[in-house]
């Protein structure tokens, strides 16, 4: 069952609205292919000490890092699953890295393909799901962390 739909009355267009103010996904098929790469962060702010057990490899649950960047390589491959209207892409090559800060963890997700739309998406859910999976893996030792900052770093096409 389909609620009706009103009209809509702004004048303003948005790209993933129909006429009728229903959810619609672009149409990039008249667009061109082109080389795409897009660059997002964040960070997984901490306590000192489980930095400094994360660099001794002291947690409880392993090497923590690896399981974060293979998840955040994942997350970025199912973006188009997680994110309504978001095209599925076939990603050239994602890469996650990671900078052990003092009392944070900085997170790095690139994303390219070669498609008619971004992957800026693709690289903000993979650095947010590197994020969540740090936080997972730390979060019996360290009650006080907060992920913050998720942003777009850059956005290239050529």
């Known amino acids: 069952m389909t609620a009706a739909r009103k009209p809509a009355t702004r004048s303003v267009a948005f790209s993933h609205l129909d006429a009728t103010g229903g959810a619609r996904m672009v149409d990039v098929g008249p667009k061109p292919v082109q ?20 660099r001794a490899q002291a947690l409880p649950k392993g090497d923590v890092l690896t399981v974060a960047q293979i998840a955040g390589i994942q997350g970025a491959k199912r973006t188009a699953e997680l994110i309504p209207l978001c095209h599925p892409l076939a990603l050239d090559r994602v890469a996650l890295t990671f ?58 096409k050529a």
């Open 35 to 54: 080389q795409r790469r897009a660059v997002a962060a964040a960070r997984l702010v901490c306590q000192p000490a489980t930095i400094r057990a994360l």
């Open 99 to 156: 900078r052990l800060r003092r009392d944070a963890i900085e997170i790095t997700c690139t994303a390219q393909t070669s498609a008619k739309t971004g992957v800026e998406m693709e690289a903000l859910t993979g650095a947010s799901i590197a994020a969540l999976t740090l936080y997972d893996m730390c979060k019996a030792v360290d009650k006080t962390m907060r992920i913050e900052g998720l942003h777009v770093v850059e956005k290239v």
